[in-house]
């Protein structure tokens, strides 16, 4: 069984900046890609932001160089910084991972945490 589990969103003014926490438990052997999605009121979820267990990034366009995405391999744990906010932003943000697992067998898995929203007043 794994999981995981963010931190970090809240209520921000437009201009200003958070810190999204992802952190993977569990019986993992190694998670692989890390990716942020984020889903707005009435719209479809959308990739936000991806980093490989190797280092290398993706961005969607609206978020280069205002957002950044990191993680500590020795913690299983993917950050995103987010500054510059705009109103735009505002959406429940999710983060996402495949992870090999081993229980009674090794296992491939993409799991899903259970979100936390953002809300960027203008």
């Known amino acids: 069984q794994v999981q995981l589990v963010e931190s970090g969103g809240g209520l921000v003014q437009a201009g200003g900046s958070l810190r999204l926490s992802c952190a993977a438990s569990?019986?993992?052997?190694?998670?692989?890609?890390m990716n942020w999605y984020r889903q707005a009121p009435g719209k479809q979820r959308e990739l936000v932001a991806r980093i490989t267990s190797g280092g290398p990034t993706h961005y969607k366009d609206s978020v280069k160089d205002r957002f950044t995405i990191s993680r500590d391999n020795a913690k299983n744990t993917a950050y995103l910084q987010m500054n510059s906010l705009k109103p735009e932003d505002t959406a429940v943000y999710y983060c996402n991972a495949r992870i090999l697992t081993r229980g009674d067998r090794y296992r491939d898995l993409e799991v899903w945490g259970q979100g936390t929203l953002v809300t960027v007043s203008s």
């Open positions: 569990g019986s993992i052997v190694t998670v692989n890609a």
